[in-house]
């Protein structure tokens, strides 16, 4: 089980994280959902022990980490954001150098060998120097070598960034089958598709906070039925702000001098309206229309796309 | 402390499959003692050995660029080079597969711009795969220079800053600038062949505390390498002992100890793996190079336990001086000039090149209490004037302090960072 309470970091003046907590039972996938910069990684790091928090407390296990980093590690199973092997080094010998760190030896350490590379189907490659492997070959083995001792919680920050859908399915399979086992896993991800396929739960996060938090039916419910529309040109930000909110069936969540950004209902019957508005104030070059979505939730929360 | 053991075992193994740099910074203590016995134990020699052929292309054509054979033909290497420049590299093929040639070293066109902008310059060196040991000798010999030049490179700023400026304004130079210039890189020449003060080695050696000169190497070849060897020795494993540090380094930047980090096991169990590895890596290297002087410049070997205790108290210093550098560094460049300065600086303070018994009184004070100096010294006590353990004393001292104190900070320091 991870416990998260209430994680303040700051680097400099650059606020990482603003007060983050959330809790993951066993066998349950909780997803951390946000653009670069968002904080996951530093989330990451303090579970793991690697970045001390400003305040907050992670226990994993009930074990705190900040008190008993050692201990709390020996349940803990960690794939780092970028892949970290030994190039030189076939895929068995990497996985037997860290299964050792993690403490197993002689057959035990064979076993789990065998049986991780047979999970991530690299048995026949085992023996090749790693240097030679496919980006999604390495992403695979990155991922064995955080989870070949069975530990009981499992953090993946952002397992399958640059690689092809094929190869991105077959890892998503791979988280299931870990969380099947009984691991509670943190999984964070800047891809919306990826977090609704896998993830038993979602925290959003932003700017080092989670917006939003719940399982995806909850977090659509809270998307609402309103659609956004998006407004692309040249504006005066001021003026347009202050016509947009006499309309009480606008909501404005975003104006600057090139993009406006509201939600409504029923947006094509607006739209005449809004677009006459528009072109009072400014220039419109571009519109867009959103349906309803775990994305129209992200934009009104933060403002901004995922993907930005 | 098992898993420092795992990870120095796992380090130590990655070095023995892949041993890169490391055997080409082996090669220079045996290269640069061969040389030094060119030059200067030549009246011992039987017979000269046969001069390397280099080959040299210049594309470059620019003032720098036809500076760059003096070094394979001055000072105490023009005995050991025969440098012939060719027109192209087909020739220098032809000349390959006909065996008449070890190595060729090309100065790529731009080679003088990036230099004089300050940005990193490259030669580009090909070796004979025909010949086995010639491109060796040639490589470490160009390795060598490259080190010794880096940390020179401020004593030609000045002719280079000349010839920049000349560039800038965009005219022919009078005949007064280009003596102007030329000078400059001559001394600039003259400090690279840092070897070139060895001409002045007396034979006859005065040591410190001494009234009577002791006999020297003489015309004994065996003489001449116990009291050469040793520095040179302790010279090439400070630069193994970065090239060693500096893999942990790029493991860092890769993540790789990041990653060790996060499984369940100190931050100081994972230092002491890298100090274990440094220091074993070595001594490991320590005691092939001791068997090679043994062997090939048969070097009488005695009081092997001796030896061992200064060189394990340098290997100490030195490991901890290039792990120091690393903890402190961001990336592989700066970890390697700032170290390889300090090597250069210890080196010539200690009596690497010249030795410090032909120093002024002053200097020869300084070489005794700097650690590769005080090793040196150590070493040639007992392999020279065939000095017990007890006698070692204040040398062995100093050495085990610097080691102690340099390794200590090291770990301090290291623990720190990898602490969240
Ligand atoms: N070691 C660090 N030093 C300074 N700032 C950092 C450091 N690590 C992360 N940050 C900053 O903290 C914020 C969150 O970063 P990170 O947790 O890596 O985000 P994510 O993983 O969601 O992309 C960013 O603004 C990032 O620049
Ligand atoms: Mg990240």
Same mark, same amino acid.
């Given at each position: 089980?991870?416990?998260?309470?209430?994680?303040?970091?700051?680097?400099?003046?650059?606020?990482?994280?603003?007060?983050?907590?959330?809790?993951?039972?066993?066998?349950?996938?909780?997803?951390?959902?946000?653009?670069?910069?968002?904080?996951?990684?530093?989330?990451?790091?303090?579970?793991?022990?690697?970045?001390?928090?400003?305040?907050?407390?992670?226990?994993?296990?009930?074990?705190?980490?900040?008190?008993?980093?050692?201990?709390?590690?020996?349940?803990?199973?960690?794939?780092?954001?970028?892949?970290?092997?030994?190039?030189?080094?076939?895929?068995?010998?990497?996985?037997?150098?860290?299964?050792?760190?993690?403490?197993?030896?002689?057959?035990?350490?064979?076993?789990?060998?065998?049986?991780?590379?047979?999970?991530?189907?690299?048995?026949?490659?085992?023996?090749?120097?790693?240097?030679?492997?496919?980006?999604?070959?390495?992403?695979?083995?990155?991922?064995?070598?955080?989870?070949?001792?069975?530990?009981?919680?499992?953090?993946?920050?952002?397992?399958?960034?640059?690689?092809?859908?094929?190869?991105?399915?077959?890892?998503?399979?791979?988280?299931?089958?870990?969380?099947?086992?009984?691991?509670?896993?943190?999984?964070?991800?800047?891809?919306?598709?990826?977090?609704?396929?896998?993830?038993?739960?979602?925290?959003?996060?932003?700017?080092?906070?989670?917006?939003?938090?719940?399982?995806?039916?909850?977090?659509?419910?809270?998307?609402?039925?309103?659609?956004?529309?998006?407004?692309?040109?040249?504006?005066?930000?001021?003026?347009?702000?202050?016509?947009?909110?006499?309309?009480?069936?606008?909501?404005?969540?975003?104006?600057?001098?090139?993009?406006?950004?509201?939600?409504?209902?029923?947006?094509?019957?607006?739209?005449?309206?809004?677009?006459?508005?528009?072109?009072?104030?400014?220039?419109?070059?571009?519109?867009?229309?959103?349906?309803?979505?775990?994305?129209?939730?992200?934009?009104?929360?933060?403002?901004?796309?995922?993907?930005? | 402390?098992?898993?420092?053991?795992?990870?120095?075992?796992?380090?130590?193994?990655?070095?023995?499959?892949?041993?890169?740099?490391?055997?080409?910074?082996?090669?220079?203590?045996?290269?640069?003692?061969?040389?030094?016995?060119?030059?200067?134990?030549?009246?011992?020699?039987?017979?000269?050995?046969?001069?390397?052929?280099?080959?040299?292309?210049?594309?470059?054509?620019?003032?720098?660029?036809?500076?760059?054979?003096?070094?394979?033909?001055?000072?105490?290497?023009?005995?050991?080079?025969?440098?012939?420049?060719?027109?192209?590299?087909?020739?220098?093929?032809?000349?390959?597969?006909?065996?008449?040639?070890?190595?060729?070293?090309?100065?790529?066109?731009?080679?003088?711009?990036?230099?004089?902008?300050?940005?990193?310059?490259?030669?580009?060196?090909?070796?004979?795969?025909?010949?086995?040991?010639?491109?060796?000798?040639?490589?470490?010999?160009? #390795?060598?220079?490259?080190?010794?030049?880096? !940390? %020179?490179?401020?004593? +030609? &700023?000045?002719? *280079?800053? =000349?010839?920049? @400026?000349?560039?800038?304004?965009?005219?022919?130079?009078?005949?007064?600038?280009?003596?102007?210039?030329?000078?400059?890189?001559?001394?600039?020449?003259?400090?690279?062949?840092?070897?070139?003060?060895?001409?002045?080695?007396?034979?006859?050696?005065?040591?410190?505390?001494?009234?009577?000169?002791?006999?020297?190497?003489?015309?004994?070849?065996? #003489?001449?390498?116990?009291?050469?060897?040793? !520095? %040179?020795?302790?010279? +090439? &494993?400070?630069? *193994?002992? =970065?090239?060693? @540090?500096?893999?942990?380094?790029?493991?860092?930047?890769?993540?790789?100890?990041?990653?060790?980090?996060?499984?369940?096991?100190?931050?100081?169990?994972?230092?002491?793996?890298?100090?274990?590895?440094?220091?074993?890596?070595?001594?490991?290297?320590?005691?092939?190079?001791?068997?090679?002087?043994?062997?090939?410049?048969?070097?009488?070997?005695?009081?092997?336990?001796?030896?061992?205790?200064? !060189? %394990?108290?340098?290997?100490?210093?030195?490991?901890?001086?290039?792990?120091?550098?690393?903890?402190?560094?961001?990336?592989?460049?700066?970890?390697?000039?700032?170290?390889?300065?300090?090597?250069?600086?210890?080196?010539?303070?200690?009596?690497?090149?010249?030795?410090?018994?032909?120093?002024?009184?002053?200097?020869?004070?300084?070489?005794?209490?700097?650690?590769?100096?005080?090793?040196?010294?150590?070493?040639?006590?007992?392999?020279?004037?065939?000095?017990?353990?007890? !006698? %070692?004393?204040?040398?062995?001292?100093?050495?085990?302090?610097?080691?102690?104190?340099?390794?200590?900070?090291?770990?301090?320091?290291?623990?720190?960072?990898?602490?969240?």
């Amino acid at each position: 089980m991870i416990e998260v309470v209430n994680l303040y970091k700051k680097y400099g003046v650059n606020e990482a994280l603003r007060g983050i907590s959330f809790r993951v039972q066993p066998g349950e996938i909780y997803g951390l959902l946000g653009p670069n910069g968002a904080g996951k990684s530093t989330t990451i790091g303090i579970l793991c022990g690697l970045v001390r928090p400003d305040a907050g407390q992670a226990s994993l296990n009930g074990i705190d980490i900040a008190r008993q980093p050692v201990e709390a590690r020996r349940v803990l199973g960690v794939v780092p954001q970028d892949v970290a092997l030994y190039s030189e080094f076939s895929a068995r010998d990497n996985l037997a150098f860290f299964g050792r760190l993690y403490g197993l030896r002689g057959a035990a350490l064979t076993g789990a060998i065998d049986r991780v590379l047979a999970r991530v189907n690299l048995a026949d490659r085992a023996k090749e120097p790693v240097e030679g492997f496919s980006g999604g070959m390495l992403r695979r083995l990155n991922i064995a070598a955080g989870v070949l001792h069975n530990p009981s919680v499992v953090l993946m920050d952002e397992p399958t960034v640059g690689l092809d859908p094929q190869t991105r399915a077959s890892i998503l399979d791979l988280v299931r089958a870990i969380a099947a086992g009984g691991a509670a896993i943190v999984y964070t991800t800047h891809y919306l598709d990826e977090a609704e396929r896998l993830c038993d739960r979602l925290g959003i996060i932003d700017h080092g906070v989670i917006l939003a938090e719940g399982t995806l039916q909850e977090l659509r419910e809270a998307a609402g039925a309103r659609e956004i529309i998006a407004l692309r040109g040249i504006f005066r930000a001021d003026a347009v702000t202050l016509e947009i909110e006499k309309h009480t069936e606008w909501e404005l969540i975003k104006a600057t001098d090139s993009e406006l950004l509201l939600t409504v209902q029923h947006a094509e019957q607006q739209l005449a309206a809004l677009l006459a508005l528009a072109a009072t104030l400014g220039t419109v070059r571009e519109v867009a229309i959103r349906q309803p979505s775990l994305e129209n939730l992200f934009i009104k929360l933060t403002g901004r796309e995922l993907r930005e | 402390m098992r898993a420092t053991f795992i990870v120095a075992a796992h380090q130590l193994r990655r070095v023995v499959r892949n041993p890169g740099l490391i055997l080409l910074l082996l090669a220079i203590p045996l290269t640069l003692a061969v040389m030094e016995y060119g030059a200067f134990g030549r009246s011992a020699a039987e017979g000269k050995l046969p001069p390397v052929k280099v080959l040299f292309l210049d594309e470059d054509d620019t003032v720098v660029s036809g500076f760059l054979p003096q070094v394979f033909s001055g000072g105490p290497a023009k005995d050991f080079f025969e440098l012939a420049q060719v027109p192209d590299k087909q020739e220098a093929a032809r000349l390959f597969t006909r065996n008449q040639a070890a190595a060729l070293i090309v100065v790529p066109r731009g080679f003088q711009d990036a230099l004089l902008a300050n940005r990193p310059a490259e030669l580009v060196f090909y070796r004979n795969p025909i010949q086995s040991i010639g491109p060796d000798i040639v490589a470490s010999m160009l #390795q060598m220079t490259t080190l010794i030049g880096n !940390g %020179l490179y401020a004593k +030609a &700023l000045e002719p *280079i800053r =000349q010839v920049k @400026a000349l560039l800038d304004a965009g005219r022919d130079p009078t005949s007064a600038e280009v003596a102007a210039i030329s000078q400059g890189f001559f001394e600039a020449g003259r400090r690279l062949q840092g070897l070139d003060a060895l001409t002045n080695l007396r034979i006859g050696v005065q040591r410190p505390g001494d009234t009577q000169a002791r006999t020297g190497f003489g015309s004994d070849p065996a #003489q001449f390498f116990a009291y050469v060897f040793p !520095g %040179l020795v302790v010279f +090439a &494993l400070m630069f *193994i002992a =970065q090239a060693l @540090a500096i893999r942990l380094l790029r493991d860092r930047l890769k993540g790789l100890q990041r990653r060790i980090v996060m499984t369940p096991v100190s931050p100081l169990a994972v230092v002491l793996g890298g100090v274990t590895y440094l220091v074993v890596g070595l001594l490991v290297l320590l005691v092939f190079l001791g068997v090679i002087g043994g062997l090939v410049f048969r070097i009488p070997l005695r009081d092997p336990l001796s030896l061992l205790a200064i !060189g %394990l108290g340098f290997a100490l210093f030195a490991a901890g001086l290039h792990l120091l550098s690393i903890s402190l560094s961001k990336s592989d460049r700066s970890a390697g000039f700032v170290g390889s300065v300090v090597v250069l600086v210890l080196s010539l303070l200690g009596g690497t090149f010249v030795p410090a018994e032909q120093y002024p009184p002053f200097l020869q004070r300084v070489a005794a209490i700097v650690p590769n100096g005080a090793a040196q010294q150590g070493f040639i006590d007992v392999l020279v004037h065939k000095m017990p353990l007890v !006698g %070692l004393g204040p040398g062995l001292g100093v050495v085990w302090a610097w080691g102690i104190v340099t390794m200590a900070l090291a770990v301090f320091v290291e623990r720190r960072r990898l602490r969240a």
